[in-house]
Protein backbone atom coordinates (compact mmCIF):
# COMPACT_ATOMS: atom_id res chain seq x y z
CA UNK A 1 0.00 0.00 0.00
CA UNK A 2 1.36 3.17 -1.34
CA UNK A 3 1.86 5.16 2.24
CA UNK A 4 4.18 7.56 4.24
CA UNK A 5 4.20 6.55 7.57
CA UNK A 6 4.96 8.80 10.64
CA UNK A 7 6.95 7.72 14.11
CA UNK A 8 5.61 8.04 16.89
CA UNK A 9 2.14 8.79 16.59
CA UNK A 10 2.20 10.23 20.27
CA UNK A 11 5.13 11.89 22.24
CA UNK A 12 5.64 13.67 25.54
CA UNK A 13 9.17 14.62 26.61
CA UNK A 14 11.00 17.25 28.39
CA UNK A 15 12.20 20.53 27.59
CA UNK A 16 15.41 19.84 26.11
CA UNK A 17 15.93 16.57 25.36
CA UNK A 18 16.75 16.11 21.56
CA UNK A 19 14.03 14.02 19.52
CA UNK A 20 13.44 12.87 16.20
CA UNK A 21 10.31 12.13 14.49
CA UNK A 22 10.63 9.84 11.47
CA UNK A 23 8.73 9.84 8.26
CA UNK A 24 9.06 7.22 5.51
CA UNK A 25 7.33 7.10 2.28
CA UNK A 26 7.50 3.87 -0.21
CA UNK A 27 6.05 5.61 -3.98
CA UNK A 28 9.32 7.07 -4.54
CA UNK A 29 8.65 10.54 -4.07
CA UNK A 30 11.04 13.02 -5.05
CA UNK A 31 9.42 15.91 -2.81
CA UNK A 32 9.00 15.59 0.82
CA UNK A 33 8.03 18.02 3.26
CA UNK A 34 7.18 18.74 7.04
CA UNK A 35 4.27 21.04 8.63
CA UNK A 36 2.99 21.75 11.60
CA UNK A 37 -0.77 22.11 12.61
CA UNK A 38 -1.47 24.79 15.82
CA UNK A 39 -5.40 26.02 16.38
CA UNK A 40 -6.22 28.98 14.41
CA UNK A 41 -2.99 29.07 12.42
CA UNK A 42 -3.65 25.90 9.91
CA UNK A 43 -0.83 24.04 8.96
CA UNK A 44 2.81 25.87 8.32
CA UNK A 45 5.63 24.13 6.36
CA UNK A 46 8.59 23.91 8.33
CA UNK A 47 11.08 22.29 5.92
CA UNK A 48 10.93 21.14 2.44
CA UNK A 49 13.12 18.71 0.70
CA UNK A 50 12.80 18.53 -3.40
CA UNK A 51 15.29 15.30 -3.49
CA UNK A 52 18.07 13.58 -1.80
CA UNK A 53 20.38 16.26 -0.04
CA UNK A 54 18.54 19.12 -1.10
CA UNK A 55 16.74 20.74 1.56
CA UNK A 56 15.35 24.38 2.03
CA UNK A 57 13.32 25.97 4.97
CA UNK A 58 9.63 26.19 5.05
CA UNK A 59 7.94 29.28 7.18
CA UNK A 60 8.64 27.96 10.45
CA UNK A 61 12.23 26.23 10.54
CA UNK A 62 13.31 27.81 13.83
CA UNK A 63 13.96 24.93 16.53
CA UNK A 64 13.87 22.19 13.45
CA UNK A 65 16.72 20.47 11.66
CA UNK A 66 16.17 17.62 8.54
CA UNK A 67 18.11 15.68 6.24
CA UNK A 68 17.30 13.89 3.23
CA UNK A 69 20.17 11.19 3.02
CA UNK A 70 17.61 9.04 1.24
CA UNK A 71 15.16 9.37 -1.22
CA UNK A 72 12.41 7.39 1.37
CA UNK A 73 13.38 9.12 4.61
CA UNK A 74 13.21 12.66 5.70
CA UNK A 75 13.64 12.54 9.54
CA UNK A 76 12.51 15.85 11.43
CA UNK A 77 15.14 16.55 14.38
CA UNK A 78 14.34 19.00 18.00
CA UNK A 79 17.71 19.17 19.12
CA UNK A 80 16.30 20.97 21.63
CA UNK A 81 12.61 21.38 22.27
CA UNK A 82 10.60 23.68 23.87
CA UNK A 83 7.15 23.84 25.23
CA UNK A 84 6.24 26.16 21.84
CA UNK A 85 7.16 23.17 19.83
CA UNK A 86 3.98 21.67 21.23
CA UNK A 87 2.15 20.57 18.23
CA UNK A 88 0.45 18.13 15.65
CA UNK A 89 3.29 17.47 12.91
CA UNK A 90 2.87 16.19 9.64
CA UNK A 91 5.06 14.60 7.46
CA UNK A 92 4.16 14.60 3.37
CA UNK A 93 5.45 13.83 -0.01
CA UNK A 94 4.85 14.17 -3.60
CA UNK A 95 6.06 13.21 -6.94
CA UNK A 96 7.32 16.86 -7.43
CA UNK A 97 6.85 20.18 -5.43
CA UNK A 98 3.44 20.80 -7.31
CA UNK A 99 1.96 18.00 -6.08
CA UNK A 100 0.70 15.04 -7.72
CA UNK A 101 -2.78 15.07 -10.04
CA UNK A 102 -4.18 13.30 -6.15
CA UNK A 103 -2.04 16.31 -4.35
CA UNK A 104 0.33 15.60 -1.73
CA UNK A 105 0.38 12.46 0.40
CA UNK A 106 0.12 13.00 3.96
CA UNK A 107 1.02 10.52 7.12
CA UNK A 108 -0.71 9.99 10.09
CA UNK A 109 0.52 12.93 12.13
CA UNK A 110 2.70 12.83 15.17
CA UNK A 111 1.04 15.12 18.65
CA UNK A 112 4.36 16.23 20.38
CA UNK A 113 3.85 17.30 23.63
CA UNK A 114 6.90 18.89 25.43
CA UNK A 115 6.50 19.85 28.79
CA UNK B 1 5.23 35.92 -0.78
CA UNK B 2 1.72 33.99 -1.06
CA UNK B 3 -0.79 33.66 1.06
CA UNK B 4 -4.44 31.71 1.78
CA UNK B 5 -7.24 33.15 3.63
CA UNK B 6 -10.04 31.06 4.56
CA UNK B 7 -12.16 33.81 6.43
CA UNK B 8 -14.88 31.32 8.30
CA UNK B 9 -13.12 29.78 11.22
CA UNK B 10 -15.85 28.04 11.99
CA UNK B 11 -19.68 26.85 10.10
CA UNK B 12 -22.32 25.14 11.63
CA UNK B 13 -25.10 23.66 9.72
CA UNK B 14 -28.34 21.25 10.07
CA UNK B 15 -28.07 18.24 7.94
CA UNK B 16 -29.40 18.80 4.20
CA UNK B 17 -28.48 21.87 4.32
CA UNK B 18 -26.09 23.55 1.42
CA UNK B 19 -22.55 25.52 2.82
CA UNK B 20 -19.97 27.15 1.34
CA UNK B 21 -16.57 27.22 2.26
CA UNK B 22 -14.73 30.59 0.98
CA UNK B 23 -11.22 30.66 0.32
CA UNK B 24 -9.14 33.40 -1.13
CA UNK B 25 -5.55 33.35 -1.75
CA UNK B 26 -2.81 35.83 -2.41
CA UNK B 27 0.51 34.93 -4.83
CA UNK B 28 2.87 36.93 -7.50
CA UNK B 29 3.43 34.01 -9.96
CA UNK B 30 0.84 32.88 -13.13
CA UNK B 31 1.23 29.52 -12.92
CA UNK B 32 0.14 28.23 -9.39
CA UNK B 33 -1.95 24.86 -7.87
CA UNK B 34 -4.76 25.06 -5.66
CA UNK B 35 -6.11 22.35 -3.66
CA UNK B 36 -8.69 21.28 -0.63
CA UNK B 37 -7.96 18.69 1.89
CA UNK B 38 -10.23 16.82 4.69
CA UNK B 39 -9.79 16.83 7.96
CA UNK B 40 -12.04 14.54 9.80
CA UNK B 41 -12.00 14.34 13.87
CA UNK B 42 -9.75 11.20 13.47
CA UNK B 43 -7.25 14.07 11.92
CA UNK B 44 -5.58 12.67 8.84
CA UNK B 45 -5.37 14.78 5.97
CA UNK B 46 -7.92 13.36 2.94
CA UNK B 47 -7.33 15.00 -0.70
CA UNK B 48 -10.06 16.49 -2.02
CA UNK B 49 -8.99 18.09 -5.25
CA UNK B 50 -6.47 19.77 -7.10
CA UNK B 51 -6.82 22.68 -9.52
CA UNK B 52 -4.17 24.48 -11.64
CA UNK B 53 -4.18 28.23 -12.42
CA UNK B 54 -5.32 27.69 -16.54
CA UNK B 55 -7.76 25.66 -15.65
CA UNK B 56 -11.29 28.07 -14.54
CA UNK B 57 -13.88 25.57 -15.10
CA UNK B 58 -16.37 24.71 -12.39
CA UNK B 59 -15.69 21.08 -11.00
CA UNK B 60 -18.66 18.83 -9.77
CA UNK B 61 -17.72 15.51 -7.94
CA UNK B 62 -20.79 14.25 -6.20
CA UNK B 63 -22.11 16.68 -3.49
CA UNK B 64 -18.96 18.36 -3.68
CA UNK B 65 -18.38 21.09 -6.01
CA UNK B 66 -15.46 23.98 -6.44
CA UNK B 67 -15.68 27.56 -8.02
CA UNK B 68 -12.51 29.09 -8.84
CA UNK B 69 -12.27 32.61 -10.02
CA UNK B 70 -8.75 33.80 -11.00
CA UNK B 71 -10.47 37.41 -11.19
CA UNK B 72 -11.08 37.40 -7.69
CA UNK B 73 -8.82 34.62 -6.79
CA UNK B 74 -10.94 32.71 -4.70
CA UNK B 75 -11.43 29.13 -4.97
CA UNK B 76 -14.55 28.15 -2.98
CA UNK B 77 -15.68 24.92 -2.16
CA UNK B 78 -19.28 23.68 -1.83
CA UNK B 79 -20.93 20.52 -0.26
CA UNK B 80 -24.67 20.46 -1.41
CA UNK B 81 -27.24 18.60 0.56
CA UNK B 82 -24.68 18.13 3.86
CA UNK B 83 -24.57 15.35 5.76
CA UNK B 84 -22.96 14.64 9.36
CA UNK B 85 -20.07 12.40 7.64
CA UNK B 86 -19.07 16.16 6.15
CA UNK B 87 -18.14 17.21 9.65
CA UNK B 88 -14.33 18.28 9.75
CA UNK B 89 -11.73 20.51 9.42
CA UNK B 90 -11.63 22.13 5.71
CA UNK B 91 -8.21 23.64 4.28
CA UNK B 92 -7.64 25.16 1.00
CA UNK B 93 -3.77 25.70 -0.18
CA UNK B 94 -1.36 26.90 -2.62
CA UNK B 95 1.44 26.30 -4.57
CA UNK B 96 3.95 27.77 -6.94
CA UNK B 97 4.94 25.80 -9.73
CA UNK B 98 8.55 25.59 -10.98
CA UNK B 99 10.24 29.22 -11.31
CA UNK B 100 7.93 30.50 -8.55
CA UNK B 101 9.25 32.79 -5.86
CA UNK B 102 8.16 30.12 -3.89
CA UNK B 103 8.48 27.00 -5.49
CA UNK B 104 8.25 23.94 -3.29
CA UNK B 105 6.32 25.74 -0.47
CA UNK B 106 2.88 24.83 -0.01
CA UNK B 107 0.78 27.06 2.09
CA UNK B 108 -2.56 26.53 3.94
CA UNK B 109 -5.40 28.82 5.13
CA UNK B 110 -6.48 28.73 8.73
CA UNK B 111 -8.80 25.94 8.20
CA UNK B 112 -12.45 26.23 8.60
CA UNK B 113 -14.09 23.62 10.96
CA UNK B 114 -17.49 22.46 9.52
CA UNK B 115 -20.27 21.15 11.65
CA UNK B 116 -23.34 19.23 10.58
CA UNK B 117 -25.85 18.71 13.30
CA UNK B 118 -28.46 15.84 12.56
Known amino acids: EAQVTQNPRYLITVTGKKLTVTCSQN?????MSWYRQDPGLGLRQIYYSMNVEVTDKGDVPEGYKVSRKEKRNFPLILESPSPNQTSLYFC??????????????FGSGTRLTVV | AQKVTQAQTEISVVEKEDVTLDCVYETRDTTYYLFWYKQPPSGELVFLIRRNSFDEQNEISGRYSWNFQKSTSSFNFTITASQVVDSAVYFC???????????????FGQGTILTVHP
Open chain 2, 93 to 107: ALSEAAGGTSYGKLT
Open chain 1, 27 to 31: MNHEY
Open chain 1, 92 to 105: ASSLSPIGGHYGYT
